[in-house]
């Protein structure tokens, strides 16, 4: 079955503007999560979805900000963008019930995002 | 806080050489503790996981046993191959939030024919 799916893959732009990521979960996963990568930090939990309801978040500013539809898409936003925000901005999906799957998740290849 | 400490990378073997990768946890409780790998371009893929103390995770060849004692989850392979080149991360995370992974830094590995 079809992996996870982020568009775009890459894309360029400026301090102080916004962007939106897209991500579609595998087929029946109703979890997203998002997690940035960067050389200095790492991977870092940005946040979760289930069923359109956040229900983690990491130690990101108010900038960065997601959201789940009703077919378990989800998108983040990052507002007013920093030179710092330049990453590789991966969601992972899974089934998401609790008590299940444990940190077994499914990764995207990852949206490139460069602000210059 | 929770936390993951891999040895530094990259390292570089010869093909059939053994590998090892350290891997060492900071965390109240006990948490359950994975090994993902990216292969170049992709993305993170489920290596193998252990979910409690003595568990060992094996798959295509390497394994990782859950050490509470050291607080340790090494990963080893008896004979690499080219293929295995990539970037292995290991991970932690609890129950309650089992999609909020702690990440290690990552390993990049190289093998050599």
């Known amino acids: 079955k079809a992996g996870v799916t982020q568009t775009p893959r890459y894309l360029i732009k400026t301090r102080g503007q916004q962007v939106t990521l897209s991500c579609s979960p595998i087929s029946g996963h109703r979890s997203v999560s998002w997690y940035q990568q960067t050389p200095g930090q790492g991977l870092q939990f940005l946040f979760e979805?289930?069923?359109?309801?956040?229900?983690n978040k990491g130690n990101f500013p108010g900038r960065f900000s997601g959201r789940q539809f009703s077919n378990s898409r989800s998108e983040m936003n990052v507002s007013t963008l920093e030179l710092g925000d330049s990453a590789l901005y991966l969601c992972a999906s899974s089934r998401g019930r609790q008590g299940t799957n444990t940190g077994e998740l499914f990764f995207g290849e990852g949206s490139r995002l460069t602000v210059l | 806080g929770d936390s993951v400490t891999q040895m530094e990378g990259p390292v570089t073997l010869s093909e059939e050489a053994f590998l090892t990768i350290n891997c060492t946890y900071t965390?109240?409780?006990?948490?359950?503790l994975f090994w993902y790998v990216q292969y170049p371009g992709e993305g993170l893929q489920l290596l193998l996981k252990?979910?409690?103390?003595?568990d060992k995770g094996s798959n295509k060849g390497f394994e990782a046993t859950y050490r509470k004692e050291t607080t340790s989850f090494h990963l080893e392979k008896g004979s690499v191959q080219v293929s295995d080149s990539a970037v292995y991360f290991c991970a932690l995370t609890f129950s309650g939030s089992a999609r909020q992974l702690t990440f290690g830094s990552g390993t990049q590995l190289t093998v050599l024919p």
């Open positions: 252990a979910t409690k103390a003595d």
């Open positions: 979805y289930f069923s359109e309801t956040q229900r």
């Open positions: 965390a109240t409780g006990y948490p359950s």
